[in-house]
């Protein structure tokens, strides 16, 4: 925990105004920016210029959107850390073997956040259908982790204690007719999550989107990322994921055990 004194509390309403712009919400005046970061209009209003004059905003004096500069953050991050290094062979494979698209992700708060990606991602299946690509899936996305497969593994994983604080006094947007966004509700398949080990969403987080994933576990059997893939129901309907894909993440997740 850093000391009081030692934290720089204009850094930490910088990057909250940084942090603000996500796949739901790409331009922000300062009035959303001040909402989204919880701080001033006047005080969001000078960060966002800062940062435009930085460079890593653009802006047409309204509004203001990320510009390019950021990534290289992702860049020096995704060329340096070694989790998604590891994970990368394994998810081009998985993809490759079944044409479906597999993600792994860390859990960040509120959210999950994807760190590799199979690059063989391809918009038509093997018989010519139309292959869906969820909203949002790239390196870097931000999803929800209480509508998310993944998001619903890692909190399985968390000590009980540490669940039970982190479900405290939260509000959890309905994304689509599917969210489950009762707190008793969501307890219960969280413990359903961390009896099964695995977990199956089915258009909670977005319509036409199911999702199935597994907890990524080191030697010592801790939960270091969630693995998952995503298909539409147009292609494979839960009951099917959830018998030819789940031995594969399963399979998957044993091999790069002694690697995490």
Not at 189 to 206: A, G, K, Q, Y
Request: net charge positive.
């Amino acid at each position: 925990m850093i000391a009081k004194t030692d934290l720089i509390e204009g850094m930490v309403k910088g990057m909250a105004v940084l942090e603000s712009f996500d796949t739901e919400r790409q331009r922000l005046n300062a009035t959303q920016a001040a909402q989204r970061a919880g701080i001033t209009r006047a005080a969001a209003r000078r960060h966002l210029l800062t940062l435009a004059h930085l460079g890593y905003l653009e802006s047409d004096g309204g509004y203001f959107w990320l510009s390019s500069k950021v990534l290289r953050f992702s860049g020096s991050y995704l060329a340096s850390a070694r989790l998604p290094r590891l994970l990368q062979p394994a998810l081009d494979r998985l993809a490759a073997q079944t044409r479906e698209s597999f993600s792994a992700v860390l859990f960040n708060g509120d959210e999950v956040v994807i760190v590799a990606r199979s690059s063989n991602i391809l918009h038509s299946g093997a018989d010519g259908s139309p292959k869906v690509l969820a909203y949002g899936l790239h390196l870097g996305a931000r999803l929800p982790a209480h509508a998310t497969s993944t998001g619903r593994v890692l909190l399985a994983a968390l000590p009980k204690n540490a669940f039970n604080d982190w479900m405290k006094k939260r509000v959890f947007p309905r994304l689509t007719l599917h969210t489950v966004t009762e707190s008793r509700r969501l307890r219960s398949v969280i413990e359903r999550v961390r009896r099964d080990d695995f977990c199956l969403t089915s258009e909670e987080h977005e319509l036409g989107v199911h999702a199935l994933a597994v907890p990524l576990r080191n030697l010592q059997g801790q939960t270091v990322a969630a693995l998952n893939v995503v298909a539409s129901p147009a292609r494979l309907a839960p009951q099917v994921m959830q018998r030819d894909l789940l031995p594969l993440l399963v399979e998957a997740a044993r091999e790069l055990r002694p690697l995490l």
